[in-house]
């Protein structure tokens, strides 16, 4: 059973350009979530999403970014119109059923994240 | 509101050591709580969850945590650390019936010969 896959691992854009970052859940989980970790921080919380569904998103900036997950294939982070302030690492995690509902399946896998570089 | 401290940002300690990161929480509500570590470049890996039932949680790579309701902690514990558990570990704590993980800012432990 493969992880969380998640690609590019590194991206380089140019400012104005547009990003897509890539997740995989892992087999059978339905769940996803975005995680953003900013140089000497930690991970901040962008959004969750089910099959087709956007649930929570109220981590996610009012303008210029938004996520996805289709049916079928991956999960999609877009940031359009990139800026310097985008930089960061992006994580993507999954998980069978809803995080903090409890029992032993309340658990994320994450992925190893992309490095998204705005020049 | 929810949040979690994590008071050292570094933590330097030598070989066969034993090590303590500290984790403290705020929460009107309660909580599942975990520790996650980071190696340079890597995704987040589980070390430990505490989910209900014995206090002592025991993890991965020897690793064990202390969950203290009245201190509103979470602290981590190894009894002798190895250079190779030189990473970033991550507090977080998920909100019972929310779809969140609030994480701390991250403890570095560097583990020196």
């Known amino acids: 059973n493969a992880g969380v896959m998640q690609n590019p691992r590194h991206l380089v854009r140019r400012r104005g350009q547009e990003a897509r970052l890539r997740c995989s859940p892992m087999?059978?989980?339905?769940?996803v979530y975005w995680y953003r970790q900013l140089p000497e921080e930690g991970l901040k919380f962008m959004v969750y999403?089910?099959?087709?569904?956007?649930?929570?998103e109220s981590g996610m900036p009012k303008e210029r970014f938004s996520a996805e997950f289709p049916k079928e294939g991956p999960s999609i982070l877009r940031i359009q119109q990139v800026v310097r302030g985008d930089s960061a690492a992006y994580f993507c995690?999954?998980?069978?059923?809803?995080?903090?509902?409890?029992?032993?399946?309340?658990?994320?896998?994450f992925g190893q994240g992309t490095r998204l570089t705005v020049v | 509101a929810q949040s979690v401290t994590q008071l050292d940002s570094q933590v330097p300690v030598f070989e066969e050591a034993p090590v303590e990161l500290r984790c403290n929480y705020s929460?009107?509500?309660?909580?599942?709580l975990f520790w996650y570590v980071q190696y340079p470049n890597q995704g987040l890996q589980l070390l430990l969850k505490y989910l209900s039932g014995s206090t002592l949680v025991k993890g991965i790579n020897g690793f064990e945590a202390e969950f203290n309701k009245s201190q509103t902690s979470f602290h981590l514990r190894k009894p002798s650390v190895h250079i190779s558990d030189t990473a970033e570990y991550f507090c977080?704590?998920?909100?019972?019936?929310?779809?969140?993980?609030?994480f701390g800012t991250g403890t570095r432990l560097q583990v020196f010969p």
């Open positions: 929460s009107s509500v309660s909580v599942y």
């Open positions: 999403l089910q099959k087709e569904n956007i649930i929570d």
């Open positions: 087999k059978g989980h339905s769940h």
């Open positions: 995690a999954s998980s069978p059923s809803r995080i903090g509902v409890g029992g032993e399946n309340t658990e994320a896998f």
């Open positions: 977080a704590v998920s909100p019972l019936n929310t779809d969140k993980l609030i």
